[in-house]
């Protein structure tokens, strides 16, 4: 079965931190790109970043360049979103996606396969 679990969001402050984590299980980690996906109350779901687990490359949204980082834990069947300095537009349902996106298609949600259940991020002002 396949499942991809997110966890690690919460209630934080603007200009703190948190760690997101997906946890991938059910397909062949290594051919699929992991992507992390965002949706607001009322607002579609919009990309924010992705990680191609058979070279490494990383691909941000511009709206978290430099604040946020994707990485993974081949062994583990992991990946990970840092977050810092976060701002209160950063609240958010956080989705991680699986697919083969081949690089450029990477922020369309249409390109991923399978999808977690979401965990919330709330930032306070």
């Known amino acids: 079965e396949v499942q991809l679990v997110e966890s690690g969001g919460g209630l934080v402050q603007t200009g703190g931190s948190l760690r997101l984590s997906c946890k991938a299980s059910g397909f062949s980690f290594m051919d699929y790109d992991i992507g992390w996906f965002r949706q607001a109350p009322g607002k579609e779901r919009e990309p924010v970043s992705s990680?191609?687990?058979?070279?490494?490359?990383?691909f941000y949204s511009d709206s978290v360049e430099g604040r946020f980082t994707i990485s993974s834990d081949n062994a583990k069947n992991m990946v990970y979103l840092y977050m810092d300095s976060l701002q209160p537009e950063d609240t958010a349902v956080y989705f991680c996606?699986?697919?083969?996106?081949?690089?450029?298609?990477?922020?369309?949600?249409?390109?991923?396969?399978?999808w977690g259940q979401g965990t919330q991020v709330t930032v306070s002002s």
């Open positions: 990680i191609s687990e058979s070279n490494g490359s990383t």
């Open positions: 996606a699986a697919g083969r996106t081949f690089g450029g298609n990477w922020a369309r949600p249409w390109m991923y396969d399978y």
